[in-house]
């Protein structure tokens, strides 16, 4: 497994670990927007998007819907989710 995935894997990790804790206790489910889909040559979102959702979902703590246009983010959309996850690099600001 690359350093990338494995640096992906433990972020996943870290912000299951930590919303858990927040909305573990009273069986609510965390919303989760995982903001994804922006081509660059060290990035594969497409194989490391599927592993993010997976490990956030596994423990149903979580809702995860996957956007693949950043653009998104600069609609209202966001703010009908209790965490934002931004797995994409971009060299040019959106």
């Known amino acids: ?11 996943a990790v870290t912000v299951s670990v930590t919303v858990s804790t927040a909305f573990g206790a009273d069986g609510d489910r965390a919303r989760v927007l995982l903001v994804t889909g922006v081509d660059h040559p060290a990035h594969d979102w497409q194989l490391t998007t599927p592993v993010i959702r997976d490990i956030l979902t596994r423990e149903r703590q979580f809702s995860v819907q996957v956007v693949e246009q950043p653009e998104l983010l600069a609609t209202d959309m966001i703010f009908d989710y209790d ?5 994409f690099r971009n060299a040019k600001p959106l």
Do not use: S
């Not at 690359?2 to 894997?9: C, E, M, Q, S, T």
């Not at 965490?83 to 797995?87: A, E, G, R």
């Open 1 to 11: 497994m690359g350093w990338y995935l494995k640096a992906v894997i433990a972020t």
């Open 83 to 87: 965490v934002i996850f931004l797995h």
